[in-house]
């Protein structure tokens, strides 16, 4: 069955540090790829999706990821973490256009001052 | 208004209660979505429609009753729930038929049910 698997259920990293969440997803044929988070007692917020444009997604708070066909990954990052990052992180998949949209566990991420 | 929003906010329901939560969308979309989203578990899809229609029904228990009566309302209509109907349920909506559809998410109904 096509999975979305995010690796690491709860990832902790110091203020300025890089921000890495790792996100792969079971098919070798390029899905519709979107992230989210969701910060405390809120719902979820678009964060970036990859659009086949450009393998590296620009999106909102400085967040960035790479679609890496190769890899089947679609990893978050941030050069620099700031507290305000302190949230839930939910990598999206949709397999063709009308199909369901799947999303992954969930990464927490804290930010340690 | 911009943006999905839904009503109430938190809410705590004995179990024989009737309760409805709302949700409204001002984006001009045309599907709607309600999820759960229960603590240590994914999100679960639990109704999609689509143009007014339910398109899908993810094998929810019947206590649970939609409602879209218009393309920019959708009601979750509950009763005699069960403790571990606890959740945060969200609404969500999108435009169908584009390559790069993409939902947008209401901040959710903490919902309790004791």
């Known amino acids: 069955a096509q999975s979305v698997t995010q690796l690491g259920s709860h990832v902790s990293v110091s203020e300025g540090a890089l921000v890495l969440l790792r996100c792969n997803y079971s098919?070798?044929?390029?899905?519709?790829l979107f992230w989210y988070v969701q910060y405390p007692n809120q719902g979820l917020q678009l964060l970036l999706k990859?659009?086949?444009?450009?393998?590296l997604v620009k999106g909102i708070n400085g967040f960035e990821a790479e679609f890496k066909k190769s890899e089947t990954s679609f990893h978050l990052t941030k050069p620099s973490a700031h507290m305000s990052d302190a949230a839930e992180y939910f990598c999206a998949v949709r397999w063709n256009q009308g199909g369901k949209l799947i999303f992954g566990q969930g990464t927490e991420l804290s930010v340690k001052p | 208004e911009t943006g999905v929003t839904q009503t109430p906010r938190h809410l705590v329901m004995g179990m024989t209660n009737k309760k409805s939560l709302k949700c409204e969308q001002h984006?001009?979309?045309?599907?709607m979505y309600w999820y759960k989203q229960s603590a240590k578990k994914p999100l679960e899809l639990m109704f999609v429609y689509s143009l007014e229609e339910r398109v899908e029904n993810n094998s929810v228990p019947s206590r649970f009753s939609p409602e879209c009566p218009n393309s920019s309302h959708l009601f979750l209509h509950l009763h005699t729930l069960q403790p571990e109907d606890s959740a945060l349920y969200l609404c969500?909506?999108?435009?169908?038929?584009?390559?790069?559809?993409?939902?947008?998410f209401g901040p959710g109904t903490r919902l309790l049910v004791l």
């Open positions: 990859y659009t086949s444009a450009a393998t």
């Open positions: 984006l001009g979309h045309n599907a």
């Open positions: 098919s070798s044929v390029p899905p519709y």
């Open positions: 969500a909506s999108s435009r169908t038929g584009t390559a790069f559809e993409t939902q947008y």
